[in-house]
C-alpha cells in the first residue's frame, strides 16, 4: 500500500476516534448492509423533530460511476461500513471504492475513501447532549487545528489535512471526508488535494440537492 497509504488510514481511523472522545466498542468497524433507498433512523429524531433526518446512503453522493471518471480508471463500490463508537450510537459510514477483482491490489493506484458522519445514524440521546454532525466536525478540526489548511467556499466550513491531503468539509447535518490519494506513483499532495478538493465540490453539489428535495 505504501508509507503515504497506510498513514492516510491510520489518520483517518485517529479522527473517528478523537472526534467521539471514545473507544471502538467491538475494536473493528462492523460490516453493514446498506439501509434501503430513502431509510430514516427513528431512533435518531431529536426533540421537537416532526420527523427524523434522512440516511443519505454514500453512493448517492459518489457514485461508482462518478468516482472512475474522477481517479481515471475503473472502480467498484466496496461495502459500507458503521464506525461502532461508545456514545456516537454508530455516527460515521465508511465508504470504499476499488478497483475491479481481476486488478492485483498492490497494483492499484488509488486508496479511495469516503466517510460521512450524518445525523440520521446519531441516537436521539447524542444529539440532545448536541453530539451532532457539526459537533464532530468541529472537535475534529480543534484536535488537528495545527495540521491543516481551510479552504473557502467549500460547503459551511472546510479544512484539509497537509500530510495526507484529506479534505473535510461541514454541509447542514453531514460531516464529509474525502481520502482519495495515490498508492503506486510518487506521491503529490498538490495533485491528491486538487482531486479531493474536487470530489468534495461534487459531494457538497448533490448534498445541496438532495437538502433541496427534503425541505
Known amino acids: 500500500m505504501g508509507k503515504t ?39 435518531a429524531q431529536a426533540p421537537g423533530d416532526s420527523k427524523p433526518p434522512r440516511v443519505l446512503l454514500p453512493e448517492e453522493l459518489l457514485s461508482a460511476g462518478e468516482a472512475a471518471d474522477f481517479v481515471g480508471c475503473p472502480v467498484e463500490v466496496g461495502a459500507i461500513s458503521r464506525e461502532e463508537v461508545e456514545g456516537t450510537g454508530g455516527a460515521a459510514q465508511r465508504y470504499q471504492y ?35 454532525a457539526k459537533w ?11 495540521e491543516i489548511t481551510g479552504i473557502p467556499g467549500l460547503g459551511e466550513d472546510a479544512f ?17 471526508v474525502v481520502a482519495f490519494t495515490n498508492t503506486k ?21 448533490a448534498l445541496s440537492l438532495a437538502d433541496v428535495e427534503l425541505s
Open 5 to 43: 497509504g497506510c498513514l492516510l488510514l491510520s489518520v483517518l481511523l485517529l479522527l473517528a476516534l478523537a472526534a467521539c472522545g471514545a473507544k471502538p466498542s467491538g475494536g473493528d468497524s462492523e460490516a453493514t448492509s446498506p439501509p434501503p433507498d430513502n431509510a430514516e433512523a427513528p431512533s
Open 185 to 205: 506513483e510518487q506521491y503529490s499532495e498538490a495533485e491528491d488535494l486538487a482531486l479531493n478538493q474536487r470530489i468534495a465540490a461534487h459531494i457538497a453539489d
Open 98 to 132: 476499488d478497483l475491479p477483482k481481476d486488478i492485483d491490489y498492490y497494483e492499484s493506484t488509488i486508496l479511495a475513501l469516503l466517510d460521512i458522519t450524518q445525523n440520521g445514524l446519531i441516537s436521539a440521546g447524542e444529539l440532545a447532549a448536541g453530539h451532532d
Open 160 to 176: 484539509y489535512l497537509n500530510e495526507t491531503s484529506q479534505v473535510h468539509f461541514l454541509f447542514r447535518d453531514y460531516y464529509v
Open 136 to 146: 464532530s466536525y468541529e472537535t475534529t478540526k480543534a484536535l488537528v487545528a495545527n
